[in-house]
């Protein structure tokens, strides 16, 4: 079992950046593939990126490629996401997530949120035109 506490979220404006935060505790964080997904008001939850246990590998959805990066620190127990170039259609309650599964090589499964076992609260992204 692992817990997972998001922070860093907040209200922006257009163009600017914020970085998120995933704090996790109770199991080895290496054990972990680590996903970061987003779900707008009325919307369903959708994939941003994921990373491999070891932070070789990422992917990312299209909508955020080139602007996300995810990164992780095992040492920290922590998985990051970095956001550039914020638009408003980047606003949503952003969810951290772990999954058991711990492969070299991400495949399009990770874009989809059933194989990850364990969610945070989430945080809440609101980019202000």
């Known amino acids: 079992q692992v817990q997972l506490v998001e922070s860093g979220g907040g209200l922006v404006q257009v163009g600017d950046s914020l970085r998120l935060s995933c704090a996790a505790s109770g199991h080895t964080f290496s054990d972990y593939t680590m996903g970061w997904f987003r779900q707008a008001s009325g919307t369903e939850r959708e994939f941003a990126a994921a990373?491999?246990?070891?932070?070789?590998?990422?992917v990312y959805a299209d909508s955020v490629k080139g602007r996300f990066t995810i990164s992780r620190d095992n040492a920290k127990n922590t998985v990051y996401l970095q956001m550039n170039s914020l638009t408003p259609e980047d606003t949503a309650v952003y969810y951290c997530s772990a999954s058991n599964q711990r492969p070299i090589y991400l495949g399009s499964i990770y874009n989809y949120p059933n194989i990850y076992d364990y969610w945070g609260q989430g945080t809440q992204v609101t980019v202000s035109s």
């Open positions: 990373i491999s246990w070891s932070g070789g590998h990422t």
